[in-house]
Each structure stands twice: as structure tokens, then as C-alpha cells.
């Protein structure tokens, strides 16, 4: 599990900085990279990066303002244009779909592959056996969704040493062992598998926050999380800025880091107006409150290994 | 008046090409700056040029392809952001505006300047008493225009030294006589202002067109234009290719110019199938056929200084 910082601007693409974008690679997990926003020139971003379009399974879309979705329907297209032909699942809030079905049929973009768009509204919004996401809205002036990723425990490892001291070898049986079952063997013993599988591997927990202002969902979505990403469109001091402005400050984000006990935090949609100058400043301001702060950079990768 | 390519790719952008669009500077003549398409990542590509998004005065959409609008929400969104306030016109077929409309809404984007989108049918779509646009129809499967750019002639300088010799010193007479007045002057002379002015300036002549197969309207928008930019989506050979996905090959392109007598040529919207090791080989096709011809860069500029 890996996250790709695709953009770290907010509002307006700079040199610096493009539009957000944020890329979770599962290519260990599921073979597939989810995406998070797609402002405009996400798939040129992509170009520098290992990422595939055609791998590209869900594209979760945290609110409708331009600098987060301008970059979907081009997207779209290359991914058809790629040789994409697997289903992909769009979320987000209201309008999302009339802005792609109109985007699309303007453009006479015909997909190759079958597209889903499903407008969300707050709880579970997706589950299968690997995750889940939960969405809970935020507060941004118009509906903006924070998104918490949760990884399903996976079952322990089968202790194989512990079977070979009880002279079983590898076969059919493993499986049955495996799955917690009482295998009778042919000499008669019975092996009861629960004694013979370590302890489940904790799942990880990601949370991907929308443009906020401070507010008790996001400490909610993120409770306990591996990893939270935050936006932090303002420094430390702009708290009136960021309150008129619907955004958050880093000591804010960090703020909410730390009522979480998340173990990580990113900030990230940083305003244009700070330059690469500002950077250990913006950091050290959320470092006084949580430290184990970072501040995404486009191209930037955060590895989230298994434990 | 210069031409600067911001994008000369096909399709999809690649890291060499990105989508088209092209920016006509008109600084000196009128202090704006016109744009013929708008692929995404546009408004990216001008923050590596002195173009300023206050400055666009004009916008023509040739055709609905993705990879020449989907850059349009989000250039006209950081026009407002950085300040622009003076009306902005978008020209292009039935369609665009249902695709600003429906962007700008859905992502709750307030212009802070006026815009006017006319969905343009052939003929004259714009005059004033510096330029004329005109437009006709392509083929291209859908609705494609080209554009022909008509500079009025100036009317011929003052000529100063001649006054000079029949001893008229400047001041308002020197308006009239420019004027073509026939004026009385104190001595009793009459003087035929048409007898004190050069001869007027031509105006220049800019062609552009959208994607499209060879075509009989092609060479009539382009008929002794200084300038004609023509898509050359595919190298000679490839006549099939071109006809069947309605674009053209570069010996194709080269045809038209040379049929309509222009001064120059330049080849854009290339495939991105031909790397930069090819470039030399597409342009030779052209010369082969019309020696002044170029093949089109990303932020290559071209200029068409007053004769
Ligand atoms: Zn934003
Ligand atoms: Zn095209």
C-alpha cells in the first residue's frame, strides 16, 4: 500500500504545486490503484509516475469544486484511449455524474470499458472482502466528504514449524488447518487448526479528507488511522482566513491528528501563496502539535507497509 | 503578432505533446491575446509563457473533442482567480456551451467576469475595425472548424518629408490631410491629402483549422494566407489511417498549402505514434511537397511581423 501524491496545490495549478490528485497503488493488495480527486492534468501528472490508467479501479471524489475534478474526463478518455476495458466505479457527491455524462457526450468520448458513477451520501459506500470505505461529510460551504479506508484484518499464517513438530506434512490438510477446522489424521490424532494459525494481521486504516474547515467528523473518520491525509490550505496564524475560506490551518490539521491518535499525518492543498521557503515552517507549525507530521510534495510516495 | 503552440499532440497528452491548443498574441495590435482550442492542461502550459489569463479577449473551439476542450473549466476558472475581469467571448460549435454551463455549475465555479459563448455557424462570426473571423466547416466525423483571421489593411503613413518640402509644419492639418481631406491652407494652396499618404499596409492573414481529412474548404479558409497551421496527424504514407479517423497526413497538409498559395505552413496535432526521432522525417514529407513549411513544438513561437 502505497499513496502517490499526484497534486498539493490547491485552487489553481502552479509550477510547484498542480491541482489534487492523490493516488492509493494496492498493486500487492488487489492488483488496482484507487484515486482520490482528479483535478485537471491528473493524467499528465500520471505520465511521471508507474501508475497504469487501465489499473485504475475507483475514483473517490471528495467534493465538485474544479481544482478536483477538472481532470476526469480527459482522464477517462486516455484510460479508454490505454486499452482500459475493466469496470471503473466513480463516488462522489451530487452532480458528479451529470458533470461526466455531459463532459462525455459533448465530447463525443465513447469508453471502451463500463463506468459506474455513484453519488454517495454519508456511511458505508463500499465493502468487499479486502475493505471498506466509509464517507461522513465535512464542512466546506458546499458538500465535501472525508473518506476512511479501512483494510479488513487478514487471517494468521498457518504455524507451519509447529506442524512439522507434530510430523504433518504439507498437503490438502494445511488448507483445513488453516481455516480453523479439526482435521482427524490418519493415525487417528485430531488436530484442532485454531492452535495451529498465528494471530490475525491487523488491517491498516487510511483517512483521505475533502477541503474542511476544523470539525468533529474529520476526527471521526479518523480515529486510530494509520494515516491521515488533511488539508492545510493555510499556516498556522490564518485562522480567520481559513474559517471565511471554508479550509483548515496546519495546526488545525494537526490538531485533529491528534484528537484522532492517528499515527501519521500529511498535510497537503497547500495554498499557492506559500512558496518552497515556507515549507519547514508550514511542517514545524504542525509538528508543535503532532510530530509525526509531513508535507506532501507532488510525486511524493508514502509507503504504508503491512505490519 | 505572434503564434504560440501550447500544445501540439494528438488525442492524449504525452510527456513531449500535450493536447492542442494554440495562443495568438496580439499585443501590440490590440493588447490581447486570442486562443484556438483548449485541451487540458492549457492553462499549465501558459504559466511556462508571458501569456497572462486576464489578457485572453477570445476563445475559438474548432471541434468537441476531449483533447480540445477539456482544458476550458479550469483556464477560465484561473482567469477569475488572477484577476480578470473584462469580457471573455467563446466561439465554437453547438455544444460548448452546454459544456461551460453544466462545469462551471456543477462545480460551483462564480466567474468575476462577464463571458459570452456563441455556438458559431460558417460564415463571418466576428468584425471590428482591426480583424474579421471567419469560419467553415471541415470533415471530421463531428462538426469541425477552421478559421481564417483577417487583418484589415492600415491606412498608409503621413508622408512627413513631402509636407516638409512644400513647408507645412505639423498640427491638426496633418490629421486631415491623413484623412484624405483636400485642405485650404493659409497661403491660399490647396493640398489633396491622398497626394500626402503612403500606400496602406496590408493586413496579415492567419489560417487555422481543427482536425480533419483533405478537404476543398480547407484551401478556401487558406487561399494566400501569410500563415496556415494544419493538422498533420499522421506521416505520408499513412492515407488510410488519416481517411478512415478523418484526420491528415503531412504530405496531405503540404497539398492544401500549396494548393491555396500561403506563405508558410505548420504542421500540429501529431500523433503521438512518432517520437521526437521522427520529427525530421515528417517535415521533409511537407517540404517535399511545400518547402516552407515547420513542424510544430510545444511552446515553439512564430512570427508574423507587419511587411
Ligand atoms: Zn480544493
Ligand atoms: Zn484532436
Chains 1, 2 share one sequence.
Not at 472482502?129 to 487471517?155: C, M, N, W
Not at 480515529?223 to 488539508?231: F, Q
Request: with cysteine.
Amino acid at each position: 500500500m502505497e499513496i502517490v501524491f499526484l497534486g498539493t496545490g490547491a485552487g489553481v495549478p502552479a509550477k510547484e504545486r498542480n491541482v489534487t490528485s492523490i493516488a492509493v497503488q494496492l498493486v500487492e493488495e488487489r492488483g488496482a490503484t484507487w484515486l482520490f480527486d482528479c483535478g485537471e492534468a491528473t493524467q499528465h501528472q500520471i505520465l511521471h509516475t508507474s501508475i497504469r490508467p487501465r489499473r485504475i479501479e475507483k475514483i473517490f471524489i471528495t467534493h465538485l469544486h474544479g481544482d478536483h475534478i477538472f481532470g476526469l474526463p480527459g482522464l477517462l478518455g486516455s484510460r479508454s484511449f490505454q486499452g482500459g476495458d475493466s469496470l471503473l466505479t466513480i463516488y462522489g457527491p451530487k452532480g458528479i455524474k451529470e458533470f461526466i455524462d455531459v463532459s462525455l457526450r459533448v465530447s463525443s468520448t465513447h469508453l471502451r470499458y463500463p463506468i459506474e458513477v455513484v453519488e454517495i451520501e454519508e456511511g458505508l459506500i463500499f465493502e468487499d472482502e479486502q475493505f471498506s470505505v466509509r464517507a461522513a461529510k465535512l464542512e466546506h460551504g458546499i458538500t465535501s466528504y472525508g473518506y476512511r479506508i479501512v483494510e479488513k484484518d487478514l487471517p494468521g499464517t498457518l504455524l507451519v514449524d509447529k506442524l512439522k513438530v507434530e510430523n504433518v506434512s504439507p498437503g490438502p490438510i494445511f488448507q483445513r488447518l488453516k481455516a480453523g477446522e479439526t482435521v482427524e489424521l490418519e493415525d487417528g490424532r485430531k488436530l484442532d487448526g485454531k492452535e495451529f494459525v498465528g494471530p490475525p494481521q491487523k488491517g491498516r486504516i487510511i483517512t483521505i479528507l475533502g477541503d474542511t474547515r476544523e470539525c468533529q467528523n474529520s476526527i471521526t473518520l479518523s480515529e486510530d488511522a494509520d494515516l491521515l491525509v488533511h488539508e492545510a490550505t493555510f499556516s498556522g496564524e490564518e485562522i480567520e482566513l481559513a474559517h471565511d475560506y471554508f479550509h483548515s490551518t496546519t495546526k488545525q490539521a494537526a490538531t485533529i491528528a491528534s484528537k484522532a491518535r492517528v499515527k501519521s499525518l500529511i498535510l497537503t492543498h497547500i495554498s499557492s501563496r506559500y512558496q518552497r521557503e515556507s515549507s519547514s515552517q508550514l511542517l514545524s507549525e504542525a509538528k508543535a502539535i503532532f510530530e509525526n507530521s509531513y508535507l506532501a510534495q507532488d510525486f511524493m510516495r508514502y509507503s504504508l507497509p503491512r505490519v
